[in-house]
């Protein structure tokens, strides 16, 4: 279960999310038709070694990501990474030359991504979790200017991002790309409001998000996981998420001037050729209210 200044490191608590998803996407880039290639997903993985090298070596048959579920969470982290680097490539093409990744973990896009001349890229994450991508990722040289801040989503980031030089009057791309469950519904409002007091006219963001499940199916949920009864994830999950929502991303951000769209995850499947959950399964559950939110400011 979560507390208000709870703290991870890389394979403990919400910072083992990020390891998680960075293996769904080295398993996509294993595929003779990836839908987003990630090379650095695999050097992450590899540095933490163990069932997270073995399972891209095909040696743990019993890993999570290998059940019928990750199958589909695989499908998900591709599509996902895909809406997500599209975004960014439309940003940059309108003339955005700063990004803040918001709870960046082992996205690897300031690497990995073909940024314009002068772009600056900020890191955002708790600071273990930036330590051991530094560690993991010695020599090789970023595509922009990065910056790492080591900071909490639930303090003043804003300050920090600040501290490290970014520039309120230039226009800004944003990423929350599987943060909002993992943050109250107060942090998440707090988000938002940092993210529109920050963005100069021109600013684009982009959000993942979940319509919260019903609270008794949920603590039912969190109850089999610490039974020990089933997790699709293969560790806890049910007990790192809040499961709130206070408004959804478009209506926020729509009243306050930004033009936003909004594609559920399952049309963006099926736009890739992918197969969508059935509804009956835990993906199927899951995919149901996921929604990948992208809008501009006016
Ligand atoms: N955005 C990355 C991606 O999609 O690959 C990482 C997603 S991972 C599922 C969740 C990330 O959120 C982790 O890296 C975790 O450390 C970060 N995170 C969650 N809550 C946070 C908080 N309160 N402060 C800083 N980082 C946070």
Request: hydrophobic letters at 40%; glycine letters at 20%; a negative charge.
């Given at each position: 279960m979560r507390t208000d200044n709870d703290t991870w490191d890389i394979t403990t608590s919400v910072g083992s999310t990020a390891l998680f998803v960075a293996a769904a996407r080295a398993l996509e880039a294993q595929k003779p038709d990836p839908v987003a290639v990630d090379p650095f997903a695999e050097i992450f993985c590899r540095a933490v070694g163990g069932q997270w090298a073995d399972l891209l070596d095909g040696a743990a048959p019993e890993h999570a990501l290998k059940s019928e579920f990750g199958a589909d969470f695989v499908n998900f982290q591709g599509v996902r990474t895909r809406y997500f680097d599209t975004y960014f490539s439309r940003a940059a093409t309108a003339g955005v030359r700063q990004i803040v990744l918001l709870a960046?973990?082992?996205?690897?896009r300031a690497y990995r991504l073909d940024w314009p001349d002068k772009t600056v890229v900020f890191e955002l994450d708790q600071p273990q979790v930036l330590d051991f991508k530094r560690a993991a990722l010695a020599g090789v040289r970023p595509t922009a200017e990065r910056r790492a801040v080591a900071v909490d989503l639930r303090d003043d980031w804003p300050r920090a991002l600040l501290e490290h030089g970014f520039d309120p009057s230039s226009p800004t791309a944003w990423i929350a790309e599987g943060l909002l469950i993992y943050l109250p519904a107060t942090a998440q409002v707090a988000l938002f409001a940092g993210i529109d007091a920050l963005s100069a006219s021109g600013s684009h963001v982009a959000v993942e998000e979940s319509v919260p499940m019903d609270p008794e199916e949920f603590t039912a949920r969190q109850q089999e996981e610490e039974r020990g009864d089933s997790s699709a994830h293969g560790g806890p999950f049910f007990q790192l998420v809040y499961n709130e929502q206070d408004e959804p991303a478009a209506q926020w951000f729509g009243v306050r001037g930004w033009r936003s769209e909004v594609t559920p995850l399952s049309d963006y499947l099926r736009a890739l050729g992918r197969p969508v959950p059935s509804p009956k399964s835990d993906a199927g559950t899951m995919t149901s209210t996921i929604s990948l939110v992208g809008a501009i400011k006016g």
């Open positions: 960046a973990g082992l996205d690897s």
